[in-house]
Every structure is written in structure tokens, then in C-alpha cells.
């Protein structure tokens, strides 16, 4: 089954800065995720492009909300409709006429699977989260009291160690890092700092 979407330019450019509301945003994401897995790291890959956006790249308010709609819907099809992860997603945000920034992104944020590469910062910080978050949520699962406690040391070792987590890809990680100009010990720290924050809505 290929997901290569056979394109790079998504949306439209009359429509950047166009976003959708919270609450529709949260409403489509309770609609089409069921398992509460996959949303909660969806709300956790939100909630670090939110933080990221806001403590390290400074940017504005409406800026802020689009990194985290972005994250908050990366994996918004992959629930129901594997087969066209992430098509669907994409091609419902260009029907919503949502800022080409935000679908880009999305359509970026795993480049072996679909075929485009991650160029904006955001991009950039998306794919950096996706695989890394999961494999922090995982490590955090293992631990008596989640991350309190959790150091850096512990979580790069798991990092390492080939068959925990298996699915997740070591290989994405240190790509994205990469591509992004960051040194992986402080993309860690930064998920330990924060993702604890991030649960699931009500």
C-alpha cells in the first residue's frame, strides 16, 4: 500500500492564515479518532509544536495556534482510513480552505511515507516531534511515576535500545533532528519539560 501523495503543493496561497476554530479543530478530531491512543499523542504532538512555537520561536498568537492545529491533526485519518493516511486529512483542510502552511506540514511530517520533504520551520519541528513524542510516551508508560522524575540519561538510552518501542523509527529521529539543526539531548529535554502537560480532552 503506498500513502506517496504524487504532489508538493498543497492548498491554496489565497488562503494562508485561514485556520480552523478550536473547537472545530477538537470536534473533528473527536470525530474521526476513536482510539484514545492515538489521540492523546496527537494532542501531545500539539501541545509540544504549541510550546515550541511560543517559548522558542517566539512567534505571535496566530502563529502559535497554527503549529499546534498542525500537530493536534497530523494523524487525524489514520484512525479509520490507514489506506489514505494522509490524504483524507489534507484533502478535507483544502476543502476548509485552511492556510496551505498548516496542510504542508502535515503532508510533510513522515517524508519516506509520503513523499515530501519537511522545508518550513514548521515542517521541520512536526516531523521532529511525531516519532520522538511516541517513544517518550512509551518510556514514560514503563516508569512508577511517569515523567517526574524522568532524566535525560534514561530516556537516551531507551532511545537506543533497538527493540523497545520497535516501531518507532531511530532512523526518522536522528533525520529530524538533523534536518532541523538540533542536537537530539535538547529535543529530549524539551519533551521531558513539557509533554506531561498535554491529556486528553473531556
Not at 80 to 106: G, M, N, S, T
Amino acid at each position: 500500500m503506498s500513502l506517496q501523495l504524487g504532489r508538493q503543493v498543497f492548498g491554496d496561497a489565497k488562503n494562508t492564515g485561514n485556520v480552523l476554530s478550536r473547537e472545530e479543530a477538537f470536534q473533528l478530531l473527536n470525530e474521526w479518532v476513536l482510539n484514545d491512543r492515538l489521540k492523546l499523542h496527537m494532542i501531545q504532538v500539539g501541545g509540544l509544536m504549541k510550546s515550541w512555537a511560543e517559548e522558542v520561536e517566539l512567534l505571535s498568537a496566530a502563529h502559535i495556534w497554527k503549529w499546534e492545529m498542525a500537530g493536534l491533526l497530523h494523524d487525524a485519518d489514520w484512525d479509520q482510513w490507514p489506506d489514505q493516511h494522509c490524504k483524507k486529512i489534507i484533502e478535507y483542510l483544502e476543502e476548509k480552505q485552511v492556510c496551505p502552511e498548516i496542510i504542508r506540514a502535515i503532508a510533510s511530517h513522515g517524508h519516506v511515507h509520503f513523499g515530501v520533504m519537511p522545508e518550513s520551520r514548521m515542517d521541520q519541528m512536526l516531523y521532529a516531534f511525531d516519532e520522538l513524542s511516541g517513544l517518550m510516551h512509551a518510556y514514560s508508560l514503563m516508569r512508577p511515576n511517569g515523567y517526574e522524575g524522568m532524566e535525560l540519561k534514561g530516556a537516551l538510552k531507551r532511545i537506543k535500545e533497538k527493540t523497545f518501542a520497535a516501531n518507532v523509527s531511530r532512523d526518522d529521529i536522528h533525520d529530524a533532528c538533523q534536518r532541523a539543526g538540533l542536537e537530539l539531548n535538547d529535543l529530549v529535554g524539551f519533551i521531558i519539560k513539557h509533554q506531561s502537560n498535554f491529556k486528553l480532552v473531556e
